[in-house]
């Protein structure tokens, strides 16, 4: 229903190629690198075991790669073997922006608030290598709900996730990335003039939230606000989507407001300032 990518963002090579650095923000990439940490991010957060041929499929990666990066990481004590199952062995490499907290345990609270209050699904995902991650999710009514795999991904500039993400930037990242590259059209509600686009940023920071009508999918209506760390950078998204026939304008805002409440808790609990406002000062990487 709220369609994942279990790679990367391969739809939109130019966004990807920029938000990864390309334009100068950020030293080049070992390819291998960004390939074994993607393995420990799937890995770190399966709730099952999951086998080469399996990880293969989620990473869309040769089995022959993943299977030489597992035996390397096992060799190195990066992964090691838990009932049966490979788990990664330092906490370090689980956490993302140097926090210390256990992000999914420390915001499930907030999704399970935001589910019970809305009634449609909240989604907590990071932001990484083109795309954002699902980190924990949590449904309203079943019958009704959007769905996505924990552990799948959306491109990283998906409707609300992505003016949240793209609003955490420095306005000079902002603006060379919207002069330099083309918007990805999801649908035909996407936002894909850079002027018009700029404007949408310049809400969310105004609001502290972003919101979407059918602009990743058609038919849903989604509302997305930031996480940040201890030194206000961009953490995770939290966000809640529903079919657009079960939320009108009124509903929509009211669910970015309570949206923006529960991100703002959840930053709080991570060790963030609450007396600093937006613009956050992070590169969403």
Known sequence: M???QNGPAGDQPRAA???NGASGQHPPRVPAVLKAFRLIEAISLSDKPLGVSELSRKLDMGKSTVHGL????????VLEAVNGSRRPRLPALCSRGGLQADLRQVAHGALERLAAATEQTSFLGVPSDGHVTILDIVHGRPTLSIS?????????LAGAVGKVVVASWEPSRRRAFLRENVLPAFTPSSIVRPEAYEAAIAET???GAAVDVDEYVDGVRAAAAAVTGPQQQLAAVVWVAGFSRHIDAQQLDAIA???MREAAEISTRLGANPAQAQPISADGS
Do not use: D, K
């Open 2 to 4: 709220f369609p994942p």
């Open 17 to 19: 190629s920029e938000l």
């Open 70 to 77: 597992v035996t390397t990481l096992e060799a190195l004590g």
């Open 148 to 156: 996505a795999p924990v552990g799948s991904s959306i491109p990283l």
């Open 205 to 207: 920071l105004e609001r």
């Open 257 to 259: 407001s309570a949206v």
